[in-house]
């Protein structure tokens, strides 16, 4: 498989590197921008009414909901969907960007698992710790775990 820049086979030193990283910034940008857009049409800007569910709980806030106590149906849920959008998209375009150095693809799937995970948990705590700090912990969780961890040690 040929990339569009050139690449000396030998090592991982470019001829050209000036040209090599305008082509990776410019196709990091692109990539974000797409997967922005993608994220924004299809699951933002849908003609259904984007409020909170908790029947129907995405992966983001199953997670944040049960690790960080967010109460989510105190936040503006658009802005809360925007800012998942743009993680998402950072995380996805930072994998491609690291995964495509290698040309095997066996190389590339274990180095997307190995970068991937790793940005997920990072960027989701990030998250996590944000809304904290902004006051939007369900409080009546936190009661509740104190009152079992109460009851526990009494036993």
Not at 5 to 27: A, G, T
């Amino acid at each position: 498989m040929t990339r569009p820049y050139n690449r000396d086979v030998s090592c991982f030193f470019y001829k050209r590197k000036d040209l090599f990283m305008k082509e990776r910034v410019f196709e990091f940008i692109f990539i974000f921008i797409f997967c922005y857009l993608v994220y924004l049409f299809f699951i933002i800007l849908r003609k259904k009414k984007n409020k909170f569910n908790p029947n129907k709980l995405k992966v983001e806030e199953a997670y944040l909901i049960s690790k960080y106590n967010i109460d989510i149906k105190s936040l503006n849920y658009k802005k809360y969907l925007h800012l998942i959008a743009i993680i998402n998209s950072l995380i996805f375009s930072i994998t491609i960007q690291i995964i495509t150095i290698f040309d095997s693809i066996l190389w590339q799937l274990l180095l997307s698992i190995v970068v991937l995970v790793p940005l997920i948990i990072f960027s989701y705590s990030l998250i996590g710790k944000y809304y904290i700090k902004k006051g939007y912990v369900n409080k009546a969780k936190i009661v509740v775990k104190k009152e079992n961890k109460k009851k526990k040690k009494r036993k």
